[in-house]
């Protein structure tokens, strides 16, 4: 295990704010973890994060930073049809993603390039192109922090919801993921309906395997999003809004080229970034933040920026979008 002081945590938040937390640990195995929460010497607040992909700082930590480095994959059931492959919280998503698809399972491809950690998967329902993680998590195992005891959820027990888990609410801080069990299926699985996919499949001319589709995946990620090695961000800022059928009908009146996807019966899902967009948003700096040019829907830090800086831009970009949409849009990055 992993003990330090008055830690930076400038490698650990993607958006690059260059704050400190008191205590930072690091642990190897459940029960690493399990002895340590035990103890309760740890100094509160609490906090425990993955690759810090969601997270935005708004200044030092005065409390201890909890940290997982338990790796490795393993297959724990087997069928015909499917495989269930159990991860370390700590492995990288995109790691895993690939590793699924040198092995031809089929359900992750989708979610190639999503920062972050296993872990984080579990906690945020991590999404892309029609896919979301709870379409794959069977089971999450987590250790209590006022226990120091393990525990395992289904599915079920997780509450999934677009971008939400009870790890986000119910139960925000009181469990700590160890590992997520995934079920791949064996034989073809394909989503290709949502963003561009299709398009830039046939644009190619190549065939349907996973490798081609993981690679032209990529390749859309990073021609939309900013790669947070060269400009600090957190990749989509915000959720896209989720409205009445009733209302929708209203703005497509207005705004006929408004892009939707259906959310269930009765209701329908709007990119915040087209949104954001249409406010004039898109490439605009307010100070050290900005609007990316290429993707509304991600903040950047600028150079030098706070967390309080870009909260302020967030601000002024939800104000926008309820003035001229009546929409209310929410940050997908937790602030801390």
Not at 172 to 195: A, C, E, I, M, N
Request: aromatic residues 10%; hydrophobic residues 40%.
């Amino acid at each position: 295990m992993k003990e330090l002081k008055d830690y930076s945590l400038l490698h650990h938040n993607t958006f690059g704010m260059n704050v400190c937390t008191a205590y930072f640990v690091e642990y190897d195995s459940v029960d690493e973890l399990c002895a340590f929460l035990k103890q309760k010497s740890y100094v509160l607040p609490l906090l425990h994060i993955g690759g810090g992909s969601n997270l935005l700082f708004s200044g030092d930590f005065k409390g201890t930073i909890l940290h997982s480095a338990i790796k490795g994959a393993e297959i724990v059931s087997e069928t015909d049809e499917t495989v269930d492959v159990r991860v370390g919280a700590g492995e990288i998503w995109d790691d895993f993603v690939a590793y699924t698809v040198r092995h031809n399972w089929y359900g992750a491809v989708n979610l190639s390039l999503i920062p972050g950690e296993v872990g984080a998967s579990a906690v945020q329902n991590i999404g892309a192109y029609g896919v979301e993680a709870k379409d794959l998590i069977i089971a999450v195992d987590t250790v209590c922090v006022a226990t120091g005891e393990p525990r395992r959820f289904s599915n079920e027990e997780c509450s999934y919801a677009y971008r939400k888990s009870i790890f986000k609410q119910e139960l925000k801080g009181k469990y700590v993921v160890t590992h997520v069990t995934y079920r791949l299926h064996k034989q073809p699985v394909w989503h290709l309906d949502y963003g561009n996919i299709r398009a830039e499949l046939e644009k190619e001319a190549c065939p349907l395997t996973l490798e081609n589709l993981r690679r032209i995946i990529i390749r859309i990620r990073k021609e939309k999003l900013p790669d947070p090695e060269k400009i600090g961000n957190a990749g989509s800022f915000f959720m896209n809004p989720v409205i009445p059928q009733k209302q929708f009908d209203a703005l497509r009146a207005t705004y006929p080229d408004i892009p939707s996807y259906p959310a269930g019966e009765g209701w329908v899902k709007v990119p915040a970034g087209w949104m954001i967009d249409r406010c004039g948003w898109k490439g605009k700096a307010l100070g050290r933040t900005g609007v990316h040019d290429r993707q509304a829907l991600v903040l950047v830090n600028l150079g030098g920026a706070t967390g309080q800086e870009v909260m302020q831009l967030a601000s002024a970009v939800v104000a926008s979008v309820k003035d001229k949409f009546g929409i209310d849009i929410y940050p997908e990055v937790n602030y801390i």
